[in-house]
């Protein structure tokens, strides 16, 4: 079983920042992904950045690319999402994910195994 708790969200105006944690505990593995997708109201949950866990890069949908970077502290087993340059259009629940299963694409939220209880993120216009 693992664990995950986000914080960092928040309001803040369009054109800001906000860095958003999450923090893993419990069963780890030697390989995974960690991933965040965010859902704003009446639309489904959306893929936004995943990093392997043993990788130094992520990935990214293309609204947020050039303006969020997803990181991880291995030794805070701690995941980051930077995100700058923020519009309105960014306004959802934030969640941290884990996918365990290497053979499923980390674009879809239904490969992801465990689920954070999500931070809400308002941009104001």
């Known amino acids: 079983q693992v664990q995950l708790v986000e914080s960092g969200g928040g309001l803040v105006q369009a054109g800001g920042s906000l860095r958003l944690s999450c923090a893993a505990s419990?069963?780890?593995?030697?390989?995974?992904?960690m991933g965040w997708f965010r859902q704003a109201p009446g639309k489904e949950r959306e893929f936004v950045a995943a990093?392997?866990?043993?990788?130094?890069?992520?990935d990214y949908a293309d609204s947020v690319k050039g303006r969020f970077t997803i990181t991880r502290d291995k030794a805070k087993n701690t995941v980051y999402l930077q995100m700058n340059s923020l519009k309105p259009e960014d306004t959802a629940v934030y969640y941290c994910?884990?996918?365990?299963?290497?053979?499923?694409?980390?674009?879809?939220?239904?490969?992801?195994?465990?689920w954070g209880q999500g931070t809400q993120v308002t941009v104001s216009s």
């Open positions: 419990g069963r780890t593995f030697s390989y995974y992904v």
């Open positions: 994910a884990v996918k365990v299963d290497v053979s499923k694409s980390y674009y879809y939220s239904r490969a992801y195994d465990y």
């Open positions: 990093i392997s866990w043993g990788g130094s890069s992520g």
